[in-house]
């Protein structure tokens, strides 16, 4: 089941997102959208009720952003990552006026990278030395047509 993020998710959220992203960690509070921008944050827990993985995107115009999806360790490799892309395909097409859902994602990222790509993403430029430890970021590019995230 995947539902909006709360505040309640804060100390969860900010625990993954130490484990996945290290020093390149956002605080939970920007992950929920507290810094002030808007934020669609949608989270899916395991049979426990723990955080599994979360996806948090935001609009800009036309073009919705896909700022990021993490899921956790124990949950990888098990189709979530593509579920939480999903979500965030059809939110973005219920946004009026939205056009295209474009992202970052570090060219060392194998995994990410066709996940991405499954799902109807292309590169469509590149950002030199954009991390920390010195990779490039793929920008990518994916046109919002209708069609829904699963079928994509």
Do not use: C, K
Request: aromatic share 6%.
């Amino acid at each position: 089941m995947i539902r909006p993020g709360e505040p309640a998710d804060a100390p969860a959220l900010g625990a993954l997102e130490v484990e996945l992203f290290g020093v390149g960690a956002w605080p939970p509070e920007d992950l929920l959208g507290g810094d002030g921008v808007d934020r669609w944050v949608r989270v899916t827990t395991d049979h426990e009720g723990a955080l599994a993985g979360y996806v948090v995107t935001t609009t800009q115009g036309e073009v919705v952003d896909l700022l990021r999806i993490g899921v956790r360790p124990d949950h990888q490799r098990r189709g979530l990552g593509g579920i939480l892309l999903v979500a965030a395909l059809d939110d973005a097409r219920a946004r009026p006026g939205t056009a295209r859902v474009m992202l970052e994602v570090s060219e060392a990222n194998d995994a990410a990278t066709a996940l991405y790509l499954g799902h109807g993403f292309e590169v469509v430029d590149r950002r030199r030395r954009y991390y920390p430890d010195g990779t490039d970021a793929l920008i990518m590019s994916r046109a919002l047509d209708g069609r829904l995230g699963s079928t994509s």
